[in-house]
């Protein structure tokens, strides 16, 4: 461990790190561009030149380790190094540095996707010059290169930082790209014939600095600058990576990953950013529907949960029913379905749809949906995949599926022929898929980016999702849902609430138990009880107290509720 | 005429010599200049099968072979003429008339640098320092160098170029 005096501030380097990666640590800020805290170190682009006292010339502090002195070798008796970053010799190395790294390049932020949001306009604004020496025509070079499927390139606005060849290298170890030719004609290529296409490839055009690589999807679509961020977490598989999710007037513009070093470090795979663009092409009714005469016709709210709840409130026995629940449902909306099932069935009902695929050993797990694990936590039952749906339906007569699309791909007879037993079918989803057009009754949900939630990763690792755009009035959670017509229970005076509330507190606590075992209430108390008891005004009643002899307690006043 | 790539990489001999340029080195993948060159020797460029094979062999991506090929001035991607003809374009050669020089060829030859002649056979490039300085301007015509040349020279040479 070396201390080391970086502007008249002390810092400490250990063994192991860089001075850039110490001084980055300790708040004191050093301009760079092909330093990446998840990729090799290779001093490329010398941004981060600093005086080094009793050093020649300047060095690169994302290069520079730093040796432990001997005790009388100490610079004033006590530093293992003496650093510069503001001297005017560092400022003029930066302007120097900015002034090549601008030589050739075309200077057109007012239509480059990276405007706002790029590192040359950033640096330049701050150690910049605001004039160029050069006087001659600049050096053209290949634009709006197709790289792969998503990614394009512009070699002229490239500053040759080596980011992206070294994330193909480094993380996706596909190693699609190079540097090609030398000096002010180098540019990044792929092989002949090859091109872009790794399962992370989008992640290039966040790493790059710059506004050279961009991706199809998102390029030319809004300034980054109108674009509202969102904190949230991706639905496509139980790594639940962690995201920031652009909108611009109600839409999803972009998703980005977001730094999170238990979950996904800094990357996400193309398959889970792009999530929001599969849901954009899919058919949505606002209206809750039923079928009469043949025809899935919209209702008023109200009239249809009465119809809805006089037909299955406990008229079917227990063994009748089936109900497929998804892992797309976040442990709100699965705490709110037991209660719904303990009130409506008498029982907890349900099974989760287990669907699994392709997995790598970077991100992408074999469980496509995110919250398999809360399921678990919530000790509900499991089925695997669709070959089984057939299982769960055969003789039942009521049937309820929760945002899966169970019947995608069957052909009509066939589906026809699994609900041949079934009197009563009922859809819930966020999208209106071939399942619902199959239903009797359809319920349209919020989509996961409609919506506030929890959920659990594989790894138990608990995060928030968030309302990152507002569904229109019709489509609702599915805890309000459940909130809505628990209430119409009450005024049509079906109701067996103490049984359920007795129940609900023996499931609850053995959910607790769960908890407790894998370490996860260190954060305070869990708040999915919270937002599931706010949602369902029957269930107030139960307290923090009754769940006392398990050893729980709120934390701070606004988690708990006494 | 020379071989095909294929012809190339399914003769027993060449083979033998790219396994004995592997080994020469404690690591393998530090003889990928000695295998281009040998391939540019036998077939006077290096194809992009040669680079997969040459990427496949030393297990580096194809990718960073071509970043290998293209950065060199010396390696040739492309078939180049019988006669490779390199005119220095660095300062002090440009000063003793180079550039005049380099016109010259363009016009005899009907070519402009980094072009091959529909003959194939001459092929004209810039190249940077020749390291001949001080006897500008300094070509060199495959493995000969030449200096202080004028453009009545060049076509006294020229007309020695079978
Ligand atoms: S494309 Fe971007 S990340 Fe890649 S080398 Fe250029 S500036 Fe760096
Ligand atoms: S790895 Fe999984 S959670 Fe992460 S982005 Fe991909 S699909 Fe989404
Ligand atoms: S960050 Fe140090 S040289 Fe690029």
Redesign the pocket.
Known sequence: MALVLIDGKEIVVNPEETLLQAALRQNIYIPYYCYHPSLSIVGQCRMCLVKVEGAPKLLTACTTYVPELPKEKKIDGKYDMKIFTKSEEVKEAQRGVLEFLLLNHPLDCPICDQAGECQLQIYSYEYGNSRSEFRFEKLHAPKRVDLGEHIVYDAERCIKCTRCIRFCNEVTKSGELTLIKRGVHTYVDTFEGKSLNNPYSICTADICPVGALTYKEFRFKERVWFLQATNS?????????S?RVDTYKGEIMRIV?RFNPSV?GYF??????L?SERIKNKEVREIPSLREKGILEPRMEKGFYKILLSKITRKYEPKDVAVILSGRMTNEELESFKVFSLIVFGEILGDVLYITGEKDD????DEKR?NYCGAKFFDLKFTKANENIKNIIKGKKLVISIREDIFKGIKEEQVKEILSSVEIFVVMDAFFTETAKMSNFYIPLASWFEMEGTTF?YDAHLQKISKCVSPPKGRKPFYDVVSLMLNLLTEMEIKDFETAKEKEIESVKKVLDTFKERDVMKGGFVPWFKEVKNAIPQLKNISLKDLAPLGFSAKGKKDGDN | MSKSVKELLSDKEFIRKVEKLKKLYPEERSSLLALLHLCQNEISYIPHEFQEFVAKELNISPAHIKGVVTFYEMFFDKPKGKYLIQVCRTLPCMLAGAEILLEHISTKLGIQPGQTTPDGKYTLVNVECLACCDKGPAIMINDNLYTRVTPDEFDNILKELK
């Not at chain 1, 977490?233 to 990576?241: A, D, G, K, L, Q």
């Not at chain 1, 996400?268 to 950013?273: E, I, Q, T, V």
């Not at chain 1, 970077?362 to 797990?365: E, F, P, S």
């Open positions: 977490v991706c639905p496509e598989c139980s790594r639940n990576c995201i990953p996904n996400m795979c193309d398959y889970g950013r999530v970077i991100l992408v797990k995110a990763n």
